[in-house]
């Protein structure tokens, strides 16, 4: 994510913020998420020989359906040993843990100023994490070697 505005970066909502593309990832990782959610429901709800473990699935995934509608990503979530068996064959992208990596001038490496730290609010360690770097550093250094 890139934090200034520059007349050299292209951005498909014209203008850049990165605490609202931050939000948006998140809110399209949910949905891609809610999606597999309910077309298993589906399958479960069709299917005419339900089991005991497909009672359990649905369960599990009611609730995991209800806190991604509440916009908690699986990743914030308390998930049980017997749950995480349940999904296991799910791979939600919201489970994953995600950084969120800033493009940021050499001027504001190491400081918290007010963009990274509102994307640090948004974010929940251990499993999300907000890293400053500097591109422009990253280039030099590397026509160094």
Known sequence: M???????????LETIDAVRDAENLNNELML?????IEKRLERIDKDAKKTNYQ?????????FKDL?????????MEISPQDDHVIIGFR?????????????????????NTIIGKLKTLTSPPFTQVIAMSA??????????
């Open 2 to 12: 890139c934090i200034r505005d520059s007349a050299n970066i292209m951005h498909p």
């Open 32 to 36: 891609a998420d809610l999606l597999i």
């Open 55 to 63: 009672d359990l699935e649905k369960a599990v995934l009611l609730q």
């Open 68 to 76: 991604l509608y509440g916009g908690t990503p699986v990743r914030n």
């Open 92 to 112: 939600f992208l919201t489970q994953k843990s995600l950084i969120i990596l800033v493009n940021t001038s050499e001027n504001d490496l190491g400081k918290e």
């Open 136 to 145: 422009k550093i990253e280039s030099e250094m590397a026509h160094l070697s």
